[in-house]
Protein backbone atom coordinates (compact mmCIF):
# COMPACT_ATOMS: atom_id res chain seq x y z
CA UNK A 1 0.00 0.00 0.00
CA UNK A 2 1.34 3.62 -1.20
CA UNK A 3 0.62 6.45 0.33
CA UNK A 4 0.48 9.72 -1.07
CA UNK A 5 1.75 12.86 0.31
CA UNK A 6 0.84 16.17 -0.51
CA UNK A 7 2.54 19.35 -0.10
CA UNK A 8 1.49 21.12 2.81
CA UNK A 9 0.65 24.83 2.12
CA UNK A 10 -0.80 25.91 5.27
CA UNK A 11 3.11 25.42 7.14
CA UNK A 12 4.01 27.82 4.02
CA UNK A 13 1.82 29.92 4.91
CA UNK A 14 2.69 30.34 8.46
CA UNK A 15 5.96 30.28 7.70
CA UNK A 16 5.20 33.11 5.74
CA UNK A 17 3.04 35.08 8.09
CA UNK A 18 5.28 34.23 10.86
CA UNK A 19 8.23 36.17 8.50
CA UNK A 20 6.21 39.87 8.46
CA UNK A 21 6.30 39.36 12.73
CA UNK A 22 8.05 42.78 13.59
CA UNK A 23 11.87 41.78 14.43
CA UNK A 24 11.30 43.84 18.35
CA UNK A 25 8.00 41.57 18.91
CA UNK A 26 7.80 40.87 23.10
CA UNK A 27 9.25 37.90 23.92
CA UNK A 28 8.50 35.54 26.96
CA UNK A 29 10.86 37.67 29.01
CA UNK A 30 9.07 41.02 27.99
CA UNK A 31 5.95 39.26 29.79
CA UNK A 32 7.98 38.80 32.64
CA UNK A 33 10.09 41.66 33.07
CA UNK A 34 9.72 45.47 33.10
CA UNK A 35 12.22 47.87 31.86
CA UNK A 36 13.94 50.65 33.67
CA UNK A 37 15.95 53.13 32.37
CA UNK A 38 17.74 56.26 33.99
CA UNK A 39 17.57 59.53 32.22
CA UNK A 40 18.15 63.80 33.02
CA UNK A 41 15.06 65.70 33.95
CA UNK A 42 14.77 69.08 34.80
CA UNK A 43 15.45 68.30 38.52
CA UNK A 44 18.47 65.95 37.94
CA UNK A 45 18.79 62.72 37.11
CA UNK A 46 15.48 60.21 37.77
CA UNK A 47 15.15 56.39 37.27
CA UNK A 48 12.06 55.21 35.29
CA UNK A 49 10.53 51.78 34.95
CA UNK A 50 7.84 51.23 32.20
CA UNK A 51 6.09 48.50 31.06
CA UNK A 52 5.04 47.02 27.29
CA UNK A 53 1.86 49.79 27.99
CA UNK A 54 3.87 53.33 28.91
CA UNK A 55 6.04 54.50 31.73
CA UNK A 56 5.08 53.19 35.35
CA UNK A 57 7.34 54.15 38.19
CA UNK A 58 9.69 57.52 38.55
CA UNK A 59 12.05 58.50 41.51
CA UNK A 60 15.04 60.80 41.32
CA UNK A 61 18.97 59.19 41.09
CA UNK A 62 19.32 60.97 44.32
CA UNK A 63 16.94 59.47 46.20
CA UNK A 64 17.55 55.51 44.82
CA UNK A 65 20.59 53.76 43.99
CA UNK A 66 19.96 50.98 40.91
CA UNK A 67 19.50 48.36 43.69
CA UNK A 68 17.31 50.80 45.79
CA UNK A 69 15.07 51.46 42.86
CA UNK A 70 14.64 48.00 41.74
CA UNK A 71 13.93 47.27 45.22
CA UNK A 72 10.56 49.61 45.04
CA UNK A 73 9.56 48.53 41.96
CA UNK A 74 9.50 44.90 42.74
CA UNK A 75 8.04 45.86 46.38
CA UNK A 76 5.03 47.96 44.79
CA UNK A 77 4.26 46.19 41.49
CA UNK A 78 5.71 42.55 42.36
CA UNK A 79 7.65 42.47 38.75
CA UNK A 80 11.69 42.41 38.37
CA UNK A 81 13.05 45.16 36.00
CA UNK A 82 16.03 44.85 33.38
CA UNK A 83 17.63 47.68 31.47
CA UNK A 84 15.01 49.07 29.20
CA UNK A 85 15.80 48.42 25.21
CA UNK A 86 14.69 51.92 24.91
CA UNK A 87 13.78 55.28 25.87
CA UNK A 88 9.79 55.46 25.43
CA UNK A 89 8.65 57.75 23.38
CA UNK A 90 8.28 61.44 24.45
CA UNK A 91 9.42 60.66 27.97
CA UNK A 92 12.73 62.97 27.84
CA UNK A 93 11.14 66.01 25.98
CA UNK A 94 8.50 65.39 28.86
CA UNK A 95 10.71 65.61 31.69
CA UNK A 96 12.49 68.30 30.37
CA UNK A 97 9.37 70.37 30.79
CA UNK A 98 7.86 70.22 27.82
CA UNK A 99 4.06 70.73 27.96
CA UNK A 100 3.15 69.01 24.87
CA UNK A 101 5.27 65.95 25.37
CA UNK A 102 2.79 62.80 26.81
CA UNK A 103 4.45 59.78 27.06
CA UNK A 104 2.12 56.79 27.31
CA UNK A 105 1.53 55.54 31.07
CA UNK A 106 0.96 52.41 32.92
CA UNK A 107 -1.11 53.41 35.54
CA UNK A 108 -3.35 49.44 36.10
CA UNK A 109 -1.63 48.91 38.98
CA UNK A 110 -3.84 51.44 40.60
CA UNK A 111 -7.55 52.08 41.99
CA UNK A 112 -9.98 54.16 39.82
CA UNK A 113 -9.80 56.57 42.23
CA UNK A 114 -6.13 56.76 42.27
CA UNK A 115 -6.63 56.52 38.54
CA UNK A 116 -9.37 59.14 38.22
CA UNK A 117 -7.20 61.63 40.49
CA UNK A 118 -4.07 61.25 38.45
CA UNK A 119 -6.14 61.95 35.47
CA UNK A 120 -7.76 65.75 36.75
CA UNK A 121 -3.93 66.32 38.04
CA UNK A 122 -2.66 65.92 34.27
CA UNK A 123 -4.73 68.29 33.28
CA UNK A 124 -3.24 71.28 35.31
CA UNK A 125 -1.57 73.45 32.23
CA UNK A 126 2.57 74.53 33.69
CA UNK A 127 2.40 78.06 35.10
CA UNK A 128 -1.25 77.23 36.92
CA UNK A 129 -1.82 75.60 40.51
CA UNK A 130 -4.94 74.33 41.86
CA UNK A 131 -6.02 73.23 45.14
CA UNK A 132 -6.81 69.87 46.59
CA UNK A 133 -10.30 70.55 46.71
CA UNK A 134 -10.09 71.45 43.05
CA UNK A 135 -9.01 67.57 42.35
CA UNK A 136 -11.57 66.26 44.34
CA UNK A 137 -14.27 67.96 43.55
CA UNK A 138 -13.43 67.40 39.24
CA UNK A 139 -13.50 63.67 39.84
CA UNK A 140 -17.28 64.13 41.05
CA UNK A 141 -15.83 62.99 44.88
CA UNK A 142 -16.11 66.79 46.31
CA UNK A 143 -15.50 65.25 50.14
CA UNK A 144 -12.54 62.84 49.17
CA UNK A 145 -9.95 65.71 50.07
CA UNK A 146 -7.86 64.04 51.75
CA UNK A 147 -7.96 61.14 49.99
CA UNK A 148 -7.09 62.69 46.65
CA UNK A 149 -4.12 64.28 48.66
CA UNK A 150 -3.22 60.57 49.88
CA UNK A 151 -3.03 59.51 45.88
CA UNK A 152 -1.48 62.27 44.90
CA UNK A 153 1.35 61.85 47.45
CA UNK A 154 2.27 58.09 46.03
CA UNK A 155 1.72 59.24 42.64
CA UNK A 156 4.21 56.80 40.43
CA UNK A 157 5.11 59.10 38.02
CA UNK A 158 5.71 62.49 39.62
CA UNK A 159 6.83 65.25 36.77
CA UNK A 160 4.74 63.10 34.04
CA UNK A 161 1.73 63.81 36.55
CA UNK A 162 2.74 66.79 37.97
CA UNK A 163 1.26 66.54 41.42
CA UNK A 164 3.55 70.09 42.49
CA UNK A 165 1.10 71.93 40.58
CA UNK A 166 -1.82 70.35 44.01
CA UNK A 167 -1.01 72.77 46.46
CA UNK A 168 -3.39 73.29 49.82
CA UNK A 169 -6.18 75.85 50.00
CA UNK A 170 -4.62 77.61 52.69
CA UNK A 171 -1.62 79.25 50.72
CA UNK A 172 1.05 77.11 51.66
CA UNK A 173 2.64 75.19 49.10
CA UNK A 174 2.89 72.06 50.88
CA UNK A 175 4.40 68.25 50.55
CA UNK A 176 6.04 66.80 47.80
CA UNK A 177 7.38 63.69 47.25
CA UNK A 178 10.65 65.19 45.87
CA UNK A 179 10.98 67.24 48.87
CA UNK A 180 9.20 71.13 49.19
CA UNK A 181 11.88 72.64 48.17
CA UNK A 182 12.29 70.53 44.84
CA UNK A 183 8.55 71.56 44.44
CA UNK A 184 9.26 75.30 44.73
CA UNK A 185 11.68 75.26 42.60
CA UNK A 186 9.04 73.53 39.87
CA UNK A 187 6.54 76.01 40.66
CA UNK A 188 8.98 79.11 40.13
CA UNK A 189 10.18 77.87 37.48
CA UNK A 190 6.61 77.68 35.88
CA UNK A 191 5.99 81.02 37.14
CA UNK A 192 2.63 79.63 38.73
CA UNK A 193 -0.09 81.25 39.82
CA UNK A 194 -3.08 79.80 41.28
CA UNK A 195 -6.58 79.23 39.52
CA UNK A 196 -9.54 77.82 41.45
Known amino acids: MTTMTTPDHGDALLAG ?20 LAVPSRIG ?4 ASTRDGVSFLRRAADLDDEGFRAAYRDRFGRPLRPARS ?18 LDLLALTDFQR ?8 IPAGETRSYAWVAAEIGRPRAVRAAGTALATNP ?4 IPCHRVVPSH ?4 RYIFGVPVKQALLQSEKAEEKT
Open 116 to 123: DVLAATRT
Open 17 to 36: LAALAPSDAPDLTDRVFDGW
Open 171 to 174: GDVG
Open 45 to 48: PVRV
Open 157 to 160: VPLL
Open 87 to 104: VPDDLEAALDGDAGARPR
